[in-house]
């Protein structure tokens, strides 16, 4: 095993889905942006980056979760959870139908502004989108195309992880929410606008507290992957 390849595995075996955060220790400006970056950077099909990313630093407004963000507010512990204790907590939004059915004006302009495509690729692209949303993939309704983007995001949040493993930073995954209500709060103390954007996953980033609670198992590489 090279260098490169021992440092990825104490990564992933160091990586752990943190309860509580030490709340004094906090990441710093640059190692943060170095997370964002790998979020921006990721891949996201089509290149349609379908989601926005909302980091939420003040006390006051994390505290609009707590009550049904049962995954992140420290019940089970006894603890004030991720939502209390990480130095920087995420959520990520999903674009809906409004950007993200094939031919929506925000697509035209990413390709055009931000892809920077040719007009002919543009239209060829439109087209490709709309076979595999319509013929493909079978996404059919708002809810679908919610879903897909979700699925962007959480290849972003996956590698978020993983680098912020590298540079030695915990961090955790979080589903554990209930969506209606998540998606009040967005509304109605973010101004975040649901037709547009969808609550996906959140994710918080700090330093451990403790070692983790449970030791870390998994299924064996038999059991996970054919070769075929
Ligand atoms: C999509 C997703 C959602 C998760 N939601 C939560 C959550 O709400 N709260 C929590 O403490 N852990 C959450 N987890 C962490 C998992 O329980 C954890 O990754 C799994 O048990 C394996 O443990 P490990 O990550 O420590 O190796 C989530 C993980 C994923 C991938």
């Given at each position: 095993?090279?260098?490169?390849?021992?440092?990825?595995?104490?990564?992933?075996?160091?990586?752990?889905?943190?309860?509580?955060?030490?709340?004094?220790?906090?990441?710093?400006?640059?190692?943060?942006?170095?997370?964002?970056?790998?979020?921006?950077?990721?891949?996201?099909?089509?290149?349609?980056?379908?989601?926005?990313?909302?980091?939420?630093?003040?006390?006051?407004?994390?505290?609009?979760?707590?009550?049904?963000?049962?995954?992140?507010?420290?019940?089970?512990?006894?603890?004030?959870?991720?939502?209390?204790?990480?130095?920087?907590?995420?959520?990520?939004?999903?674009?809906?139908?409004?950007?993200?059915?094939?031919?929506?004006?925000?697509?035209?302009?990413?390709?055009?502004?931000?892809?920077?495509?040719?007009?002919?690729?543009?239209?060829?692209?439109?087209?490709?989108?709309?076979?595999?949303?319509?013929?493909?993939?079978?996404?059919?309704?708002?809810?679908?195309?919610?879903d897909w983007s979700a699925r962007q995001a959480y290849i972003a949040?996956?590698?978020?992880?993983?680098?912020?493993?590298?540079m030695g930073i915990d961090s955790c995954p979080i589903e554990g929410?209930?969506?209606?209500?998540?998606?009040?709060?967005?509304?109605?103390?973010?101004?975040?606008?649901?037709?547009?954007?969808?609550?996906?996953?959140?994710?918080?980033?700090?330093?451990?507290?403790?070692?983790?609670?449970?030791?870390?198992?998994?299924?064996?590489?038999?059991?996970?992957?054919?070769?075929?």
């Amino acid at each position: 095993m090279n260098d490169i390849q021992a440092q990825i595995m104490e990564a992933n075996n160091f990586r752990h889905a943190t309860k509580v955060f030490d709340s004094e220790a906090k990441i710093s400006e640059s190692e943060f942006n170095t997370i964002l970056e790998t979020a921006r950077l990721s891949p996201s099909s089509f290149g349609m980056e379908p989601w926005q990313l909302l980091v939420i630093q003040s006390t006051e407004k994390r505290e609009l979760f707590r009550e049904f963000a049962w995954g992140a507010n420290g019940a089970t512990n006894g603890t004030a959870g991720q939502l209390g204790t990480a130095s920087h907590f995420c959520i990520f939004l999903a674009h809906t139908g409004a950007t993200m059915a094939h031919h929506s004006d925000y697509q035209q302009k990413h390709m055009k502004e931000v892809k920077q495509l040719p007009d002919e690729v543009i239209g060829f692209i439109n087209d490709a989108f709309q076979k595999f949303q319509e013929h493909d993939f079978h996404i059919e309704g708002d809810r679908q195309i919610v879903d897909w983007s979700a699925r962007q995001a959480y290849i972003a949040l996956g590698n978020m992880m993983t680098v912020a493993a590298l540079m030695g930073i915990d961090s955790c995954p979080i589903e554990g929410f209930e969506m209606g209500k998540t998606i009040a709060v967005l509304e109605e103390r973010f101004g975040i606008d649901p037709k547009l954007y969808k609550p996906a996953v959140m994710g918080a980033f700090g330093y451990r507290a403790d070692g983790p609670v449970f030791p870390k198992t998994r299924r064996k590489m038999e059991a996970v992957v054919s070769w075929v």
